[in-house]
């Protein structure tokens, strides 16, 4: 298969982190949610995929082209081509604080042989950009749009978004997401997603992958997790019970005690309400999955 992002064994050493084994892949037509704690690695994983850090070991592709590991550097004039075909959004307004809304346009027009000045200016109007407004007089969520419409506006086939929507208001939240989604309407485009409001991510994604502390947690489906899990809320009194019957693998559920009780973590609501009708049991949402996998204790 031609993937549009494919990472293996990724590693990355710094002076009290390591990002260590971690597999990711994007595959044409398909939206990819990146999740985990502060600190835990994703940016410096987008980073090395961007080609913007050297990784210590492992290989990634972008595009059918090597970023790094074998045939990399021979490859390089290759890549330089790849990267005008990738919109990129970080957590931050890259562009500097006196250049214009109409001037990041002439950016574009000057980087990307591809730039479309009319579907620019339409980016700007829907979000709201005045052409004459500079930089730093962009709020942080408007300055999150205008780097949006800049990366959208050379016609991608794949975009790298890190807390593209972190700033923005739950209306314009949604704005983006239609965006993204008409994005994805047209060929075979894919989306990498970085982001910690992982309800952006249940209406978009199609698989979410989860690492911590550098390494790789879990990568699934985001039907598996929101259509498939599950919550059981059961009683302390109850848990012994929950874990014996025979529904969770020893050894693999994932145990969350507080005040009101035990939140316990099913891979299948469905078959654990016939096995367990009297034990609640609540749809799963990717924040639920994922704190219970990082913070749960294992049984």
């Excluded at 700007?124 to 709020?139: D, H, I, M, Q, Y």
């Excluded at 992982?198 to 550098?214: F, M, P, Q, R, Y």
Aim: glycine share 10%.
């Amino acid at each position: 298969m031609d993937y549009l992002i494919k990472v293996e064994g990724l590693e990355k050493r710094y002076d009290g982190f390591m990002l260590s084994g971690v597999e990711l892949a994007v595959e044409p037509g398909s939206v990819v949610g990146f999740v985990g704690s502060n600190g835990a690695g994703k940016t410096t994983t987008l980073k090395a995929i961007l080609g913007l850090v050297e990784p210590d070991a492992g290989s990634i592709e972008l595009l059918g082209e090597p970023v790094a590991g074998p045939g990399a550097r021979e490859r390089a004039r290759a890549l330089d081509a790849v990267k005008a075909r990738i919109g990129v959004v970080f957590d931050t307004c890259v562009f500097p604080d006196t250049c214009r809304v109409a001037d990041v346009g002439l950016i574009g027009r000057a980087a990307y042989p591809t730039w479309r000045r009319e579907r620019y200016e339409e980016l700007c109007r829907a979000f709201g950009l005045a052409p004459a407004k500079t930089v730093k007089e962009l709020s942080r969520g408007m300055g999150m749009k205008l780097t949006l419409a800049f990366a959208l506006a050379h016609d991608p086939e794949l975009l790298v978004l890190d807390e593209a929507t972190a700033g923005l208001d739950p209306l314009a939240r949604d704005e983006v997401l239609d965006i993204l989604r008409d994005f994805m309407a047209e060929g075979d485009r894919g989306i990498l997603m970085s982001t910690h409001i992982t309800s952006d991510l249940e209406k978009i994604a199609d698989e979410v992958v989860c690492i911590d502390e550098g390494r790789p947690v879990f990568a699934l489906p985001k039907d598996a997790i929101c259509d498939e899990a599950g919550v059981a809320r059961c009683r302390a009194s109850e848990l012994d019970a929950v874990l014996g019957s025979g529904v969770l693998e020893p050894g693999q559920a994932r145990v969350l005690r507080h005040d009101y009780g035990v939140d316990v973590l099913v891979p299948d609501r469905f078959a654990f309400a016939r096995a367990l009708p009297q034990v609640p049991v609540d749809k799963a949402s990717i924040e639920d999955y994922m704190t219970l996998v990082l913070k749960g204790e294992v049984r």
